[in-house]
């Protein structure tokens, strides 16, 4: 089964509010988190990373927070913009080599006018 | 410039036929990787390749083979396409070595395959 999966598939948020993303994963041994972007008709895009000893990570307008805990990672946009409209994928990775990545299923974040 | 590129962007073939689908990356990557999205947007790693390893999904159909002239390009061959194989392929690249902060992986535009 998947490892990674996400609580819901479509976020609908009014332009300029914060949305949050969720993402939960269920194989302890991951070390490294990752999140991408995924616009219509493109291929997905890097947008921030964080490594299993971190539990918070912020970029630009984007903040990745980590809870090994309960094996969870968000993604918060502040202030949406209609270009931040497109599929959002947590992904892990357990190291130990070219292992690619294991993504969840996506939540399509729609951005209101 | 395209760091990962692959061609062609659409493909729409018959059912039995064998197809090749391009990826070039230039940026010094020596591992690179096919994923398959389904039409539920689901990404999953078919091949993880560098000059020393291939590593296979075992769930991919032995019709898919990767080839690799040399680093910087990886080309996914299928042979006798069947409808279900009708999904966007994306191809990736990564430097080798564990997938971490700073050796992140990097993604092409994906290619479009329709099968009829």
């Known amino acids: 089964g998947e490892s990674v999966g996400l609580h819901l598939p479509t976020l609908s948020v009014q332009e300029g509010d914060n949305s949050i993303i969720n993402c939960a994963y269920s194989?302890?041994?991951?070390?490294?988190f990752i999140w991408y972007k995924q616009e219509s008709g493109k291929g997905p895009q890097f947008i921030i990373d964080?490594?299993?000893?971190?539990d918070k990570r912020q970029g630009q307008r984007v903040t990745v927070l980590l809870n090994k805990t309960v094996k969870h990672l968000s993604l918060q946009i502040a202030a949406t913009q209609p270009g931040d409209s497109a599929v959002y994928f947590c992904?892990?990775?357990?190291?130990?080599?070219?292992?690619?990545?294991?993504f969840g299923k996506g939540t399509h974040l729609i951005i209101q006018p | 410039d395209t760091a990962v590129s692959q061609t062609p962007k659409y493909l729409v073939t018959q059912m039995g036929n064998d197809k090749s689908i391009k990826c070039e990356q230039n940026?010094?990557?020596?591992?690179m990787y096919w994923y398959k999205q389904d039409s539920k947007k689901f990404l999953k790693i078919m091949f993880s390749?560098?000059?020393?390893?291939?590593?296979i999904n075992e769930t991919v159909p032995n019709r898919f083979s990767p080839k690799s002239p040399d680093k910087a390009h990886l080309n996914l061959h299928i042979n006798s396409l069947e409808l279900g194989d009708s999904a966007v392929y994306f191809c990736?690249?990564?430097?080798?070595?564990?997938?971490?902060?700073?050796?992140?992986?990097?993604f092409g535009e994906g290619s479009w395959l329709t099968v009829v």
């Open positions: 992904a892990e990775n357990v190291g130990g080599g070219a292992d690619g990545l294991t």
């Open positions: 990736a690249s990564s430097h080798t070595g564990t997938v971490s902060s700073g050796n992140t992986i990097y």
């Open positions: 194989n302890s041994a991951s070390d490294y």
């Open positions: 964080i490594r299993s000893n971190m």
């Open positions: 390749y560098n000059n020393k390893e291939l590593i």
């Open positions: 940026l010094g990557h020596d591992t």
